[in-house]
């Protein structure tokens, strides 16, 4: 007798796939619990190839099959899978969407139907099971079912809960965090190359300096302030930098530009 599917995927893009990794390597999980669709049959092939398995031959065999379903697909297609999925949803069913932009109000309404659903905004270094998710429940959905969404987002990180108020604020913060990052380890590249270093040391130095940093500021017990003042000599190296970085008005630009995401996001929002 065949296992019972307890998980759906509906979409089987990279964040999908990360997720199903996670939840596989962490054990949270068996692979013969899990289902995955996609309408492009190259992609759910590599994915169910990859993972061992199982696709599904529709959307609505996912929904059918699964008693939590997680939507995985880009903003703009959720109304129409919402459209088709629609007669096989159920009252006892768990919905988790990760589209962004896409509100709760929205998917309920197109349902037609009050069903606990959880609301996530990964961002790309779950891809690396290193991600952090904001989860933001609806008011159908219980602790259990909070609980349950934390554990298939704990598989690839870790996880917070705020209200779904505040996923434009998560999103211009952690979910385009990692872009501001990326940006700021090839200026420093860039930096190092001008000073004389090869580029490859250079990209050697700024990652495993990004990545030992934010390993000590999530171990540390100290505020990120004093973990500054620990590296910051008076009169040395990094105080000359930091009055640099202070002299062109940091902490402005880096709060200019959250706003501008955020902003961005609370635009993109209002479309649906």
């Given at each position: 007798?065949?296992?019972?599917?307890?998980?759906?995927?509906?979409?089987?893009?990279?964040?999908?796939?990360?997720?199903?990794?996670?939840?596989?390597?962490?054990?949270?999980y068996?692979?013969?619990?899990?289902?995955?669709?996609?309408?492009?049959?190259?992609?759910?092939?590599?994915?169910?190839?990859?993972?061992?398995?199982?696709?599904?031959?529709?959307?609505?065999?996912?929904?059918?099959?699964?008693?939590?379903?997680?939507?995985?697909?880009?903003?703009?297609?959720?109304?129409?899978?919402?459209?088709?999925?629609?007669?096989?949803?159920?009252?006892?069913?768990?919905?988790?969407?990760?589209?962004?932009?896409?509100?709760?109000?929205?998917?309920?309404?197109?349902?037609?139907?009050?069903?606990?659903?959880?609301?996530v905004?990964?961002?790309?270094?779950?891809?690396?099971?290193?991600g952090?998710?904001?989860?933001?429940?609806?008011?159908?959905?219980?602790p259990?079912?909070?609980?349950?969404?934390?554990?298939?987002?704990?598989?690839?990180?870790?996880?917070?809960?705020?209200?779904?108020?505040?996923m434009?604020?998560?999103?211009?913060?952690?979910?385009?965090?990692?872009?501001?990052?990326?940006?700021?380890?090839?200026?420093?590249?860039?930096?190092?190359?001008?000073?004389?270093?090869?580029?490859?040391?250079?990209?050697?130095?700024?990652?495993?300096?990004?990545?030992?940093?934010?390993?000590?500021?999530?171990?540390?017990?100290?505020?990120?302030?004093?973990?500054?003042?620990?590296?910051?000599?008076?009169?040395?190296?990094?105080?000359?930098?930091?009055?640099?970085?202070?002299?062109?008005?940091?902490?402005?630009?880096?709060?200019?530009?959250?706003?501008?995401?955020?902003?961005?996001?609370?635009?993109?929002?209002r479309?649906?």
């Open positions: 007798m065949s296992a019972r599917i307890e998980l759906g995927f509906i979409g089987a893009g990279n964040m999908a796939g990360a997720l199903i990794k996670g939840l596989l390597t962490s054990g949270a068996g692979r013969e619990t899990l289902i995955v669709f996609d309408r492009n049959a190259s992609v759910l092939k590599e994915r169910a190839d990859a993972h061992a398995i199982r696709p599904a031959g529709s959307n609505r065999e996912v929904v059918r099959e699964s008693p939590v379903v997680v939507l995985a697909v880009k903003p703009q297609n959720m109304q129409e899978l919402l459209e088709e999925i629609r007669p096989e949803v159920r009252d006892d069913h768990l919905f988790i969407s990760i589209a962004a932009g896409i509100p709760l109000r929205l998917i309920r309404d197109i349902l037609g139907r009050d069903i606990p659903m959880v609301r905004m990964p961002n790309t270094p779950a891809l690396v099971l290193q952090i998710s904001a989860l933001a429940p609806n008011e159908m959905a219980g259990d079912h909070l609980a349950l969404a934390a554990k298939i987002f704990d598989a690839v990180g870790q996880t917070v809960v705020v209200a779904e108020s505040m434009d604020a998560v999103t211009a913060l952690s979910g385009s965090g990692p872009g501001y990052l990326f940006r700021m380890m090839e200026c420093l590249v860039d930096a190092g190359v001008g000073v004389g270093l090869d580029r490859e040391i250079a990209k050697r130095l700024v990652v495993q300096t990004f990545v030992g940093a934010a390993r000590l500021a999530q171990e540390s017990k100290d505020p990120l302030s004093r973990l500054r003042e620990m590296v910051t000599s008076p009169g040395g190296t990094t105080e000359a930098g930091l009055a640099a970085f202070n002299g062109m008005g940091l902490e402005e630009t880096i709060c200019k530009a959250i706003r501008a995401a955020y902003e961005r996001s609370l635009e993109l929002g479309r649906f």
